[in-house]
């Protein structure tokens, strides 16, 4: 925030609010933060009592079973006397645990125990009653009067919704209406009121430019007290069980997303977990990102995963599955390979939903006929053919509707068929054992050896048998490329088409590889043979980046959480992959029109007027972005001869940008592999003091980095720099979403770079001079 700003601003808020406002309301501090403090001593002896209590109880606990095994209702009575001492220690660790939790949320109210006011009067009340909000409720210890409200709680959310006039909010009873008489903000600093002011306007116009004025953080923060209306109806939204949020770049996407799942976590506290909600984010980096939000808002941090580790877990260890980021990396830089079109065509295919139909065909048929099985077999020695195995399952079994029925069925003789065999070795090794000197002991220890000998040597089949090791599934998905009765289906394409693509697809799975286009359809395909792993403890999934996903990934998804409601987040301007969502009316056709409802945020607060301009142009056709009017410096347009020009003048950038207070600057690139250049290449021009992001980085830094586009999405900076915008680099018209994911990234700075000739993506977008 500029000193200017920062003097206008308190002068305005000092003559808005008389002196005997400031009084009271520091008075009212002072004794909120009284009853904090006590509080928290009184919590502090309490978990000091609770915790000795339940140590003592873990090391004491047989002492307190009466333990007698002498006959049945002696055995019944000790298992008694166990379960009601584990009764008595879980509750105990309840009791501790909640006290923990309390404490923690006091420790953090004891900073800044609130941040805002509503004086609200209720219809035909006669007085206004004066709420205070906060992130967590605080009550008189006496009088039970809530001192804070909690800014989940119904009431609370007036304060984000209404201006000072007629007002109302929805309870369990139904509306309450009335007149909010006063909307005042606070800046509370370690329980020391600095500043408030009162606004008839909505949130944001002075308290939002002072905190979007700040540095960018270490990690992702979460100011409750800047949450504009658009959001709260996101954060609050009850009604849709699929909720789709098209955010612009900077809009708050991901934010209100997580206060959201802190929202519901407080409204359904009483059937609904963090552990029951589940996170899919793009990258480990942008999971370490978001990792202080709930947290911060008093909550546990929700289960958190990427796609790619789903997929990576359908997989053993001796396959090779690509991820969306060496598809990238090879879609952006390996376009003269003979195989690229027919590649391409196949991401095409491989990812739409017409493909899952196909394979949902597909597995109708398979029930019926031409599973491939192939012989399970013992040191070259045929235990059950593969003839004996299609009986088993088409006849013998035949009368089940399901595939992964049919096949436990099948694994069950297979099994059963190894428990013999394991028997016929254990007793020939006995017998050579009886036969060979070196062995000494009894019948009964040779026989003990015999049967362990016996059962290490089977114990790779039995794994192989429980996998259905004796199906082969990667043949019957190869197969679908190959027969025209199955390829014919997907539309009017020549069959040489598909049988380059099959060859392509052989060639690579042959060589243990799995393409990121074939892996969810082979998960899938995997499925339905092992029996489909339906996720139903998990009630809320949250996806990030949504518009990267394809339609087949968000179809299977969906299957897999046949019980959860979704909120889906993304921006159509930055969806750079391939085969993503192209349009949210695609997921209407995929979780039923009547359950989704689309919001869309147009407001970007990250960046400035002048940033957000600049980035609009980039694209051709974007989606709507407005600006909240926060200015700074224009975007700059720095041209460099050669390499070590552009290394210079990028280092003499990242100097001006520190001297200007950016504490978090990202070099940004096109691909991996220009970002390792661009790393080797700076690294001793920043003394060392710069860092790598790549896809294997697991915890977010901030300071000085340099990072690839599509691993910068989610993340923010207050100075970014293009490394190289030129016209080789930036050729294509595919790269434009790209470039604008890089540009947007930043908050304060953003220069642009490039050798050469201008990328054509940027040449008609006014830029200040260098």
Known sequence: MTNRFKLRWERNTRMSIQENDWRYERGRLERVMTEIKKELERLEGILEHRG????????????????????????????ASITQQQAVLSQQERSFRHAEQTFHKLQKLKKSPYFARIDFRENAASKAEEIYIGISSVADEETHDL?????????????????????????????????MELKRQYIIKYGKLEEMFDTGINIGDEMLQVMLAKSAHEKMSSIVMTIQQ???????????????VQGAAGSGKTSVALQRVAYLLYKYRNSLSADQMLLFSPNSIFNDYVSNVLPELGEANMLQTTFQDHLDRGFEDEWKVEDIYDQFEYLLTETQRDEYPIRLKGIEWKTSSDFMSLLDRYLEHLKKADILFQDFSFRDKVLISKEQLEELFYIEFGHDPSISNRLDKVKEKVLAELDIIQQRVARNVFKRMKQSPKYLGSDKEMKDEAGKKAKRAIAPLREMAKNL??????????????????????????????????????????????????????????????????????????????????????????????????????????????????????????????????????????????????TRQILRDPEPVETIGRTGEAPKMIQAAQTEQLAASIQQAVHSLTQKGAESIAIICKTSQEAEQAYQTMLPLLNNNVYLFTKKTRTFVSGMVVVPAYLAKGLEFDGVIIY????EVYAHESDRKLLYTACTRALHYLQVFYMGELTPMLKDVPIAAN
């Open 52 to 79: 000795a209590e339940v140590l003592d109880m873990r090391q004491n606990f047989w002492d307190e079973v009466s333990v007698n095994l002498s006959n049945y209702d002696d055995v019944a009575e000790t298992a």
């Open 147 to 179: 001192l804070i409200y909690d800014w989940r709680a119904p009431v609370s959310g007036m304060f984000y919704d209404y201006t000072p006039g007629p007002a109302r909010y929805q309870t369990p009873d139904g509306e309450i209406q009335g007149e």
């Open 230 to 244: 658009e959001q709260n109806r996101i954060i609050r939204d009850d009604e849709h069980p699929i909720l789709v």
């Open 469 to 614: 090791g004796f199906v082969d599934m990667m043949g019957m998905y190869t197969r679908l490329f190959s027969d025209p009765k199955w390829v014919l289906k997907l539309g009017e394409t020549p069959i040489e088409e598909f049988e380059r693509l099959g060859a392509y697809t052989q060639e690579r799975i042959s060589a243990k590889e799995i393409p990121y286009e074939d892996a969810t359809p082979i998960v899938y395909l995997q499925s339905a043979f092992k029996g489909f792993n339906r996720l139903n403890r998990i009630k809320q999934v949250v996806i990030d980046e949504a518009q990267d996903y394809s339609p087949f990934q968000l179809e299977y998804i969906r299957r897999l959480f046949p019980r959860a409601k979704f909120t889906l987040l993304g921006d159509l301007n930055q969806g750079i992959y391939y085969a993503n969502v192209q349009s949210y009316s695609r997921l209407g056709e995929l979780f039923g029109e009547e359950n989704v409802g689309i919001v869309r945020m147009k407001k970007s607060y990250r960046s400035t007027s002048e940033i957000i301009e600049f």
């Open 724 to 727: 190289n915008a030129s016209q």
